[in-house]
């Protein structure tokens, strides 16, 4: 199946009551098309969730599998705020750091070519994450990237566990080989490799069939007591 043909779940975003914003943030790999589309789709999903202003955010990654971690970066940049916000690191201690510079994601520096919305609120609004069992890879990175920001929560499971950075490696008969080669760390230098535990665990029924969602109302009770929010 070509990128440009690839099925993936759309980008969503909607007002909560209580002046809350939510955004789904599902997983995305592709063509360079695919991936621009996920990236206006999630720049209008934002827009629309933060009408009117947001007192505060929940960041829903439980159904993100990974794929392209910088237009992931790129769709929640706003919320997230400017500065440093993770890193690789490699086996030798060499850290490559990710920031946040308007609202658009850069690797030490550089920009990564995905440009998105100047941060919203300040880029300072509290942020519930809610995560699952199925958050991986790249969803996981964007996990780590809300690890240490202030007045942020992760409510739900435990992630999958593949927090790692891979690289792809050309072979002489023309076959690729994916190396594993880096774990991600959070912006207090923090680094993980395992599944990364919420800091409220709470039982993602939803995701079993269930009509109740516990973890969205454990995020939205946290944030209803909240500077702004209360």
Not at 117 to 128: I, K, L, M, N, T
Not at 178 to 202: C, F, H, K, W
Request: glycine residues 14%; negative net charge; hydrophobic residues 30%.
């Amino acid at each position: 199946m070509s990128g440009d043909q690839q099925v993936r779940q759309p980008v969503e975003g909607r007002a909560l009551p209580g002046r809350m914003g939510y955004l789904s943030h599902p997983s995305v790999r592709g063509s360079e098309k695919v991936l621009q589309q996920y990236v206006r789709e999630g720049r209008d999903a934002v827009a629309k969730a933060d009408r009117p202003n947001a007192c505060g955010w929940v960041i829903d990654l439980r159904r993100n599998r990974g794929g392209n971690m910088w237009p992931m970066l790129a769709v929640v940049g706003p919320i997230l705020g400017d500065g440093d916000v993770g890193s690789f690191i490699d086996a030798d201690g060499k850290k490559t750091v990710w920031s946040i510079e308007k609202g658009s994601p850069r690797l030490d520096g550089d920009s990564t070519g995905w440009v998105t919305s100047p941060p919203v609120g300040g880029g300072s609004a509290p942020v519930a994450v809610l995560t699952s069992r199925s958050t991986a890879s790249s969803g996981e990175a964007v996990t780590v990237a809300f690890r240490g920001r202030p007045d942020t929560r992760s409510f739900g499971e435990d992630t999958t566990g593949v927090p790692t950075s891979n690289a792809r490696h050309r072979l002489s008969d023309g076959a690729i080989l994916n190396l594993t080669e880096g774990m991600d760390a959070d912006r207090t230098g923090r680094a993980y490799d395992s599944p990364i535990p919420p800091d409220q665990p709470v039982v993602d029924d939803l995701g079993r069939g269930g009509s109740k969602d516990p973890v969205l109302d454990a995020a939205t009770e946290w944030l209803s007591e909240q500077p702004g929010c209360a």
